[in-house]
């Protein structure tokens, strides 16, 4: 939560700090060629959408509480991120910077970044079902989804960095729940 918070402040007066600007450019000037691979990471123009398949993959294949825990907290991270949209109300890159190469379309507020939120929540959901072996791959889906908001234009750093941090803050607070509210919440 103290990375969300520290997010959100440096974004509150709509300004871009240096260092963002000089990240935000150097990851979206990478090459046209890459252009479908980003977009292919992005997975679909609405988050919600992304969330929505997480759901219904899991409930296909019968793993019902991870299921629901993915749509409990899908609807916790949506509720966190609508109200710090309002509230900061951070207008997206091509609004606040010059030189964007916007290869998406997006309207609303950028911060904090929807689509690395919800990837955030269904990797970290996802982690105690993976086998150890496998576990080192929970990042690389997380990161390039950020990287693909940045390179198509529609978010900034500090976007991409609250939306991890929501994801993190919402995936952590199920799981320090108290062990009597998990069971009754069906979020063991």
């Known amino acids: 939560m103290a990375l969300f918070c520290i997010s959100l402040a440096m974004a509150w007066n709509q300004h871009v700090p240096g260092w963002e600007a000089s990240l935000f450019h150097s990851i979206n000037n990478w090459p046209e060629s890459l252009y479908h691979f980003f977009l292919v990471a992005t997975i679909f123009h609405e988050s919600l959408w992304i969330a929505v398949a997480a759901v219904v993959i899991a409930f296909v294949f019968r793993m019902y509480r991870l299921s629901w825990r993915l749509a409990v907290c899908s609807i916790g991270g949506y ?16 609004e606040l910077l010059h030189d964007v ?3 998406a379309v997006e309207t609303g507020m950028g911060i904090p970044s929807g689509h690395t939120m919800i990837m955030t929540i269904i990797m970290l959901a996802i982690l105690p079902y993976l086998p150890w072996k ?6 690389i889906p997380i990161i390039l989804m950020g990287l693909s908001r940045i390179y198509l234009g529609v978010h900034l750093p500090l976007d991409v960095i609250a ?5 993190m ?3 952590s607070f199920i799981r ?3 062990q009597s509210f998990k069971v009754a919440l069906r979020l063991d």
């Open 101 to 103: 190469h916007a290869r």
């Open 163 to 167: 939306g991890i941090a929501v994801g």
């Open 134 to 139: 496998w576990r080192w791959i929970v990042p």
């Open 176 to 178: 320090i729940l108290p």
């Open 169 to 171: 803050g919402v995936i």
């Open 79 to 94: 509720g966190i991120a609508l109200i710090a949209k309002h509230i900061i109300a951070r207008p997206r890159p091509i």
